[in-house]
C-alpha cells in the first residue's frame, strides 16, 4: 500500500467523459489498497475562457479579482470528480485551495506556496477516503485567495507530495512523459525514461510547459519521487531522478523553446561605469524581468546594450528604455518581440566538448541566423527568427541524434 498524490491535468478532465475514464482509474487503484489524493486543473481552455471573460469586462482587472475568477475552473472539476468517484462507491472528498490550507504569499496571479496544512487531508486519508483537491490555488495569509501561475497545478501535487512524504507525485497529462522535445514539433522525438532533476529544472524555466518549473523546484528541495505519465495509456512514464546517471552519457538530453520572447537594444549609450546599472535597474524597478543580457565592446567611447524579456512585457520595457535613452543620451531604442529562444539541455554537457558548435552548424546549415548566445554549465540557448522556431527544433533534433532511440 503506498500513498499516492495523483495529478491530472486540463486535457485530462476535458469532458465529462475524461472525468469518467479518470475516476475509473483512480477507483482501480482506491481498490488495489492505495491511499489516493488528487489534484485536478480545470477542463482544458476553461482557464483561457476566464481570463478572456475578464478582459471583456475589464481591460486591466485588478489581481486579486483575477484570483477569485481563475480559481473558479479548479473548483468545477473537483467537484464532478468527487461525483463520478461517488457514483463508483468511492469515498471521495473535494477541497479548494483554502479548505485544505494551502498558505501563500500575497502576490496575486504568481503566489508562492509556503505552508500545506495537511492534517484534514491525512484524517481523510485514515478514514480510507479518496481526497481531491483542487491545484492552481491557495490563500494568503489574509484569507484572499491566489493563484499559482499558469501551469500551477503540477506545484500544488508536488507540494502536497512533499508536505504528505507521498511515496510517489504522478503528474498524469495528454503525454506519455517527458519527450526530447514537444512532440507536437518533432514527432520523432521519443520519451525518456529518466531525466535529472537538474535537466527537468532547465527544460521548465526553458519553456517545456510540461511540469511547471516551481514544481521542479519543491521536488529538488524535498526529493519527492516524480513521475510524468499518460492519462490515457498504461506505460512506465518518465521518472524524474536525483542521482547522476551512471550510463553513458549522451550529449544532450532535449530541447527547449521559448516562443513568449522579446529583445530590446539601446544603441549609442556612452560607455561609463554604471551603465548596465542605469538600464537594468531602471528594467527591473518595474517589475519586468531580463534573460538574456549582451553589451557590445564599445567604439568611439559608446557601447550597445541588448536584452531579452517576457513578450508580455515588452511594450513596458521600450517606453522605460526611451525615457533612459533621453536621459543617457543614447543614440536610439530598437525592439523586436517576434524572437524565440532554442535550448539544448544535457548534464552529458559537462564531459563532451563541442556542443555549442554542433549546435551552430546545425542551424547554419539550415541558413538561420543566431541573434544572441547564452550559455551555463548543462545549456546552451540562441535567441532566432520566430520564424525559425519549427525548423530550428527539428535540425537541432536531429544534428544531437535525438531521435535516435536511445537507452538512457
Ligand atoms: P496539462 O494540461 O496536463 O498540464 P500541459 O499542456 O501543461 O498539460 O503539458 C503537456 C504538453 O507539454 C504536451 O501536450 C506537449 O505538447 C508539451 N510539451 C512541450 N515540450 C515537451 C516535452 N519535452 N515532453 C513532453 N511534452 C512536452
Ligand atoms: N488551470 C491552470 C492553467 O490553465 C492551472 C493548470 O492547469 O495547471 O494554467
Ligand atoms: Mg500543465
Known amino acids: 500500500m503506498a500513498l499516492i498524490v495523483q495529478k491530472y491535468g486540463g486535457t485530462s478532465v476535458g469532458t465529462p467523459e475524461k472525468i469518467e475514464a479518470v475516476a475509473e482509474k483512480i477507483t482501480r487503484m482506491h481498490g488495489e489498497g492505495h491511499q489516493l489524493v488528487v489534484v485536478v486543473s480545470a477542463m482544458s481552455g476553461e482557464t483561457n475562457r476566464l481570463l478572456e471573460l475578464s478582459a471583456a469586462v475589464h481591460e486591466q482587472p485588478s489581481a486579486r479579482e483575477m484570483d477569485v475568477l481563475l480559481s473558479t475552473g479548479e473548483q468545477v472539476t473537483i467537484a464532478l470528480l468527487s461525483m463520478a468517484l461517488q457514483k463508483r ?17 500575497n502576490v496575486h496571479g504568481k503566489a508562492r506556496i509556503q505552508k500545506i496544512e495537511a ?10 477516503r479518496v481526497v481531491v483537491i483542487a491545484g492552481f490555488q491557495g490563500v494568503d495569509s489574509e484569507g484572499n485567495i ?19 512524504k507521498a511515496d510517489e507525485c504522478q503528474i498524469y497529462t495528454d503525454v506519455d512523459g517527458v519527450y526530447t522535445t514537444d512532440p507536437r514539433i518533432v514527432p ?92 537594468l535597474g531602471a528594467i527591473a524597478d518595474a517589475e519586468v524581468n531580463v534573460d538574456m543580457i549582451v553589451q557590445n565592446v564599445g567604439e568611439d567611447g559608446t557601447t550597445n546594450f541588448t536584452f531579452t524579456v517576457h513578450r508580455s512585457d515588452f511594450k513596458q520595457a521600450q517606453t522605460i528604455l526611451q525615457k533612459l535613452a533621453r536621459e543617457l543620451k543614447a543614440r536610439e531604442v530598437s525592439g523586436d518581440d517576434k524572437i524565440v529562444k532554442i535550448s539544448v539541455v544535457g548534464v552529458g554537457m559537462r564531459s563532451h566538448a563541442g556542443v555549442a558548435s554542433t549546435m551552430f552548424k546545425a542551424l547554419a546549415d539550415e541558413g538561420i541566423n543566431i541573434q544572441m548566445i547564452s550559455t551555463s554549465e548543462i545549456k546552451v540557448s540562441v535567441v532566432v527568427d520566430e520564424k525559425y522556431l519549427e525548423l530550428g527544433v527539428r535540425a537541432l533534433h536531429a544534428a544531437f541524434e535525438l531521435d535516435q532511440a536511445v537507452e538512457k
Not at 149 to 162: F, I, K, L, N, P
Not at 235 to 261: H, V
Request: glycine residues 8%.
Open 89 to 105: 462507491a468511492v469515498e471521495a472528498r473535494s477541497y479548494t485551495g483554502q479548505q485544505v490550507h494551502i498558505l501563500t504569499n
Open 119 to 128: 492534517d484534514r487531508v491525512q484524517k481523510d486519508l485514515a478514514q480510507g
Open 146 to 164: 491566489t493563484t499559482l501561475g499558469r501551469g500551477g497545478s503540477d506545484t500544488t501535487a508536488v507540494a502536497m507530495a512533499a508536505a504528505l
Open 188 to 279: 520523432e522525438a521519443h520519451r525518456l525514461d529518466r531525466i535529472t532533476v537538474e535537466e527537468m529544472l532547465e527544460m521548465s524555466s526553458l519553456g517545456t510547459k510540461v511540469l511547471q518549473i516551481r514544481s521542479v523546484e519543491f521536488a529538488g528541495k524535498y526529493k519527492v519521487p516524480l513521475r510524468v505519465l499518460s492519462a490515457f495509456e498504461e506505460g512506465p512514464g518518465t521518472l524524474i531522478t536525483y542521482e547522476e546517471k551512471e550510463m553513458e552519457q549522451a550529449q544532450i538530453s532535449g530541447i527547449a523553446f521559448n516562443r513568449d520572447e522579446a529583445k530590446l537594444t539601446i544603441l549609442g549609450v556612452p560607455d561609463q561605469p554604471g551603465v548596465a546599472f542605469n538600464i
